[in-house]
Structure formats: structure tokens, C-alpha cells
């Protein structure tokens, strides 16, 4: 379980780390919606599935 978490981490930790720079490179209209898709998935699906598997892991209180 530990090792699931920490892949969640690191898959988060990218996503932050290229986000800001994918948004820099391409024009504002273009990237509008995928970007609020790609936020939208990552505050509704990868935050709530990180912290259950916090939980799980003893990591974060309930």
C-alpha cells in the first residue's frame, strides 16, 4: 500500500512540476479547457484517492 501512495506522489509532484510550464508554451485559448479538465480530474479524482490511501497507510488523519 505504501508504495502505491508513493507512486501517487510522484505522479502529482510531475503533474505540478509540467503544468505551469505546458500552459507558458501554448496559446491561452487552446489550452483553456484541457487545463481545467486536467485541474478539475486532479482536484476530484488524485486529491480524494491520495488522501484515502493516506488514511490507509497511517499516513494522514481520517
Known sequence: MRQVNQMMLQVLVVMH?????????MPRSGIVSPMLMSTFLAKTLIV???????QQAGLMPR
Request: aromatic share 12%.
Open 17 to 25: 512540476q509540467h503544468a505551469p510550464r505546458v500552459s507558458a508554451d
Open 48 to 54: 480524494p484517492s491520495l488522501t484515502y490511501f493516506g
